[in-house]
């Protein structure tokens, strides 16, 4: 795992406050959020920010919605999604010499820093199980339903640790998307971290899901 410095600490730090204060000031982003079931107590509880004044370094975040790792020592990393009311990979931001068009990416993360588990914060709630999503939302979604969640980004970045801070429960649930892609984290799961799969119906995801019913239809998915 990697460990961060006392300076890097300071900035993950500053960089929340900072894009926290952001978020404060712009209607646009708030209403995004509210989309998403997301009012200012859920937006403070997770600390989340938009990027409208990048600290340096951060320059390619502007417009983006900052998503803080929240631990029980502080911040120990962000990640940085589009906000943007389009579909990301129909987008082309810019072409290269040699003609490739590069598209608009859903969420950025700092170069140079390893992934960690979005939400460790519930790991340590008083429960036998814990719910595991391909994501942020999803994750912070279950966790004001009432379900512990934590939040992996992406596949790709799972790290052999992640298993070993799931180990102490009873039970691991994983909350995949209801498609192909879904299917394919709920089998990863199975085999990294002995997680049971929770069927989410086909086309959603957990936080269309709230959206639609509320933190009582999140919670069906627990009970059939």
């Not at 120990?76 to 082309?92: A, E, G, S, W, Y």
């Amino acid at each position: 795992m990697q460990t961060l410095s006392t300076e890097q600490r300071t900035f993950f730090e500053t960089a929340v406050s900072t894009y926290q204060a952001d978020l404060a000031a712009d209607t646009s982003a708030q209403a995004y959020l509210m989309s998403r079931g997301f009012g200012p107590e859920v937006a403070a509880q997770f600390r989340l920010g938009v990027v409208t004044s990048p600290l340096v370094g951060h320059e390619s975040y502007r417009g983006r919605l900052a998503l803080p790792y929240l631990t029980p020592a502080g911040v120990v990393n962000l990640r940085f999604r589009c906000i943007q009311p389009h579909d990301c990979k129909t987008v082309v931001l810019w072409v290269d010499e040699k003609g490739k068009e590069h598209h608009c990416v859903k969420y950025l993360s700092i170069d140079g820093m390893e992934s960690n588990l979005f939400n460790v914060l519930d790991l340590k709630k008083e429960s036998p199980y814990i719910g595991v999503t391909e994501g942020e939302v999803d994750a912070m979604t279950l966790s004001i339903c009432g379900i512990p969640a934590v939040g992996v980004p992406g596949v790709e970045n799972w790290q052999d640790h992640f298993g070993r801070c799931l180990a102490d429960f009873d039970l691991v649930y994983s909350f995949a998307d209801g498609d192909k892609a879904g299917k394919a984290f709920g089998r990863f799961l199975a085999r990294e971290a002995k997680a049971r799969p929770v069927r989410v119906p086909r086309g959603q995801d957990i936080n269309s899901i709230y959206q639609e019913g509320g933190a009582d239809a999140v919670r069906r998915l627990l009970a059939g």
